[in-house]
């Protein structure tokens, strides 16, 4: 029993993961939402290594938080290179070059555990520069694809089914970068109104 309902926890993040992009590509189809192309970009390369880090290190249900998430992020990141903005601002080319040197650092290391927290930090880099656009110009994000990502960690974190802090620490990751958007979105709305 207990195996179903993690692998229901697991689907459900998986779902939620692959839902999120729906309202994203029709707001980007509408030209509302504006990617930030080199947030996608990192997101991409990342979702692909903590996938393997999580399966070298044992996750099985969890996984399908993982793997939804780098689906939705590669079709995002595609349509992005047309429909989105950045990618060789300043900003955009300092987190590139940490994402970079991470990558490296990863290549040369080949431990799981701790290319797992390379993903966590680099992706950190891709999601500041989302969370700064967000505030900047919060008409430009759909605020229920990153409320879903978020809550998609939610699941993931219950699919792993145990206290085990390296198999809790992307998909909890997740959780907190994905609702740091949403609250910068809703903060750039307030102070859009307010000015």
Known sequence: MLLSMLSMFGYISAALSIAMVVPYIVDM?????KPE???WFIWLALGSIAFFSQMAKGATESLWLTAGQT???SVVFLLSIKYGVGGFGRRDIKAL???TIGLILWFFTREALFALLLVILVDAMGNFLTMLKSYESPGTETLSTWFMSGTSGIFGMLAVGS???ILLAY???LV???YGIVISIIL???NKRRG
């Not at 189809?29 to 939402?33: D, G, R, V």
């Open 29 to 33: 189809l509408k030209h509302k939402t």
């Open 37 to 39: 192309r080199a947030s």
């Open 71 to 73: 689906v939705a992020v």
């Open 97 to 99: 070059i940490g994402a």
């Open 163 to 165: 206290i085990n802090p």
């Open 171 to 173: 998909p909890a990751y």
């Open 176 to 178: 907190l970068a994905n």
């Open 188 to 190: 750039g709305r307030i």
